[in-house]
């Protein structure tokens, strides 16, 4: 069987699925999320031990330390890859919710109500927790989901997989509601693009390069997450002590995913004081810092930062720092470079705050709290499927 055929046959069993899926209840849907999320506390070892297999791999093909990262699984992930779907499960339902209502002069009654998209491709790379996360989210939302993972996590994923599918049609999922590609071949990532009538909808979750290649081949409507170059602007008046530990979070704490900082800010009426007491913790941590001039001046140890370090996302332990004159330059600086992810302000200032907010064009925008909390579980949500820098239909 060729690539297009297999992938056109996964096409046909999800619709066929998806119409099954549509006849569950809540209480259903939550039973089969429940034990996935046990099975996947339940096959622990069996997954970690498959995870290794990716890792070794990686580190043959060169893969680099914040790479491997993200492929990474140990129990700690793995339980919060359960427990973000144990989340999903307790989320309201929300097929079925009428959004609004009105009535016509005429008598006409209208209800808006939220209704299952259909069928749902995920393309991604990398990360095997969106194997879990994406298929808890679809299938609460009475979607039919079908993963292609990246080659680089293939037995990752599959492990992950086959323990949540077990246990789901054990529970009552309808056959082929979840399935996963295993061909790693980039022909059937086309075939999934070009499947019109099958998929409703495809959403990547990858580097810029995997999502502008989808955009580009993709016969199915596309929702875009596209690079994280996600900013820290220090305002004058704010609280360099919390500056500082923001600031650090949101580099350090995993440097390898899309809500990281990429670029910190700093009001020059405070850089002189904020950027050696952040720049101590950052430096100790392995974090290379490249500034602009004012900022090498302040910081010696500071590599000159190049014009493509401002719109870059490095996804390591590189940070781009730049003195602003105030506030303006700030959000001139975001508009220019930043890609609509997340952004953040440290300012004790509430007019400050406020302005910021409504200016700076983003899916997130934070008043004194780290990019990194753009996420599906730390906004009660469980999980995600990705932070959408598109403007419709979808935003954050």
Same mark, same amino acid.
Request: proline share 3%.
């Given at each position: 069987?060729?690539?297009?055929?297999?992938?056109?046959?996964?096409?046909?069993?999800?619709?066929?699925?998806?119409?099954?899926?549509?006849?569950?209840?809540?209480?259903?849907?939550?039973?089969?999320?429940?034990?996935?999320?046990?099975?996947?506390?339940?096959?622990?070892?069996?997954?970690?031990?498959?995870?290794?297999?990716?890792?070794?791999?990686?580190?043959?093909?060169?893969?680099?330390?914040?790479?491997?990262?993200?492929?990474?699984?140990?129990?700690?992930?793995?339980?919060?890859?359960?427990?973000?779907?144990?989340?999903?499960?307790?989320?309201?339902?929300?097929?079925?919710?009428?959004?609004?209502?009105?009535?016509?002069?005429?008598?006409?009654?209208?209800?808006?109500?939220?209704?299952?998209?259909?069928?749902?491709?995920?393309?991604?790379?990398?990360?095997?927790?969106?194997?879990?996360?994406?298929?808890?989210?679809?299938?609460?939302?009475?979607?039919?989901?079908?993963?292609?993972?990246?080659?680089? +996590?293939?037995?990752?994923?599959? /492990?992950?997989? !086959?323990?949540?599918? %077990? #246990?789901? =049609?054990?529970?009552? @999922? $309808?056959? *082929?509601?979840?399935?996963?590609?295993?061909?790693?071949?980039?022909?059937?990532?086309?075939?999934?693009?070009?499947?019109?009538?099958?998929?409703?909808?495809?959403?990547?979750?990858?580097?810029?390069?995997?999502?502008?290649?989808?955009?580009?081949?993709?016969?199915?409507?596309?929702?875009?997450?596209?690079?994280?170059?996600?900013?820290?602007?220090?305002?004058?008046?704010?609280?360099?002590?919390?500056?500082?530990?923001?600031?650090?979070?949101?580099?350090?704490?995993?440097?390898?995913?899309?809500?990281?900082?990429?670029?910190?800010?700093?009001?020059?009426?405070?850089?002189?004081?904020?950027?050696?007491?952040? +720049?101590?913790?950052?430096?100790? /941590?392995?974090? !290379?810092?490249?500034? %602009? #001039?004012? =900022?090498?001046?302040? @910081? $010696?140890? *500071?590599?000159?930062?190049?014009?493509?370090?401002?719109?870059?996302?490095?996804?390591?332990?590189?940070?781009?720092?730049?003195?602003?004159?105030?506030?303006?330059?700030?959000?001139?600086?975001?508009?220019?470079?930043?890609?609509?992810?997340?952004?953040?302000?440290?300012?004790?200032?509430?007019?400050?705050?406020?302005?910021?907010?409504?200016?700076?064009?983003?899916?997130?925008?934070?008043?004194?709290?780290?990019?990194?909390?753009?996420?599906?579980?730390?906004?009660?949500?469980?999980?995600?499927?990705?932070?959408?820098?598109?403007?419709?239909?979808?935003?954050?």
């Amino acid at each position: 069987m060729s690539i297009v055929s297999e992938i056109r046959t996964y096409g046909e069993k999800a619709v066929l699925a998806k119409r099954e899926l549509v006849k569950l209840s809540t209480e259903m849907k939550n039973t089969v999320l429940f034990a996935m999320a046990d099975a996947l506390a339940n096959k622990q070892s069996a997954i970690i031990e498959e995870n290794k297999k990716d890792l070794a791999a990686g580190e043959a093909r060169g893969l680099g330390k914040a790479m491997l990262d993200r492929l990474m699984l140990n129990e700690k992930r793995i339980g919060e890859m359960s427990e973000g779907v144990r989340q999903v499960a307790a989320l309201k339902d929300s097929v079925g919710e009428i959004i609004s209502e009105w009535t016509q002069p005429n008598g006409l009654r209208f209800q808006k109500v939220r209704s299952p998209i259909g069928v749902i491709g995920i393309i991604y790379e990398s990360r095997p927790n969106v194997t879990a996360d994406c298929t808890a989210l679809c299938l609460k939302s009475g979607n039919a989901v079908i993963l292609r993972g990246g080659s680089e +996590a293939i037995h990752s994923n599959i /492990a992950i997989f !086959e323990a949540m599918e %077990d #246990a789901a =049609t054990k529970a009552g @999922l $309808p056959q *082929a509601a979840m399935q996963l590609v295993r061909d790693t071949d980039r022909e059937a990532v086309r075939a999934l693009l070009e499947l019109e009538g099958y998929v409703d909808l495809v959403i990547p979750r990858g580097g810029e390069g995997l999502i502008r290649k989808v955009v580009e081949y993709a016969k199915v409507p596309v929702i875009k997450q596209y690079k994280g170059v996600c900013h820290t602007y220090v305002d004058k008046s704010a609280d360099l002590k919390m500056g500082v530990e923001i600031a650090f979070n949101a580099k350090v704490q995993r440097p390898s995913v899309c809500n990281a900082m990429e670029c910190l800010l700093v009001h020059a009426a405070v850089a002189q004081e904020f950027l050696p007491l952040a +720049a101590g913790p950052l430096v100790q /941590a392995n974090v !290379e810092i490249r500034g %602009d #001039a004012r =900022t090498c001046e302040i @910081l $010696p140890s *500071a590599t000159p930062a190049t014009d493509a370090d401002w719109g870059t996302e490095f996804l390591d332990y590189i940070l781009a720092v730049r003195v602003v004159k105030d506030l303006d330059q700030a959000v001139e600086h975001i508009a220019q470079y930043g890609s609509g992810h997340s952004e953040a302000i440290i300012t004790s200032d509430e007019k400050a705050a406020a302005e910021f907010l409504n200016r700076v064009d983003a899916s997130s925008v934070y008043v004194n709290a780290s990019t990194r909390f753009t996420d599906g579980g730390q906004f009660g949500m469980g999980a995600e499927i990705g932070i959408s820098t598109d403007k419709l239909h979808a935003r954050g």
